[in-house]
């Protein structure tokens, strides 16, 4: 079993920058992937992007390209936000496979982030 558990969530003002952290315990060697979702209030989950250990090993949504990164250290993932518009408001989980494809088997609670214009 894999535990997540994500911070970092805020209010910010459109333009400004923020920082996500997930810190994965429990079985952590067993993970291949790991993943920032998103879900705004009244829409579906949203995929933002994830490191892997095989190709591509970072993979971003259209949406955020560019002004987002992920980024993975042993202990921790990072999702770095910059340049935040008010649509990226919404509610950021990660995520956690032991797969290279397919489905993932491990969700974090979640932590807000809202952007004011």
């Known amino acids: 079993q894999v535990q997540l558990v994500e911070s970092g969530g805020g209010l910010v003002q459109a333009g400004d920058s923020l920082r996500l952290s997930c810190a994965p315990s429990?079985?952590?060697?067993?993970?291949?992937?790991m993943a920032w979702f998103r879900q705004a209030s009244g829409k579906e989950r949203e995929f933002v992007g994830q490191?892997?250990?095989?190709?591509?090993t970072t993979l971003y949504a259209d949406s955020v390209n560019s002004r987002f990164t992920i980024s993975r250290t042993t202990d921790t993932l990072y999702l770095q936000m910059n340049s935040l518009k008010p649509e990226d408001t919404a509610v950021y989980s990660c995520a956690a496979s032991n797969r290279a494809t397919g489905y993932y088997d491990y969700w974090g609670r979640g932590t807000q982030v809202t952007v004011s214009s």
């Open positions: 490191v892997s250990r095989s190709y591509p």
């Open positions: 429990g079985r952590t060697d067993s993970i291949y992937r």
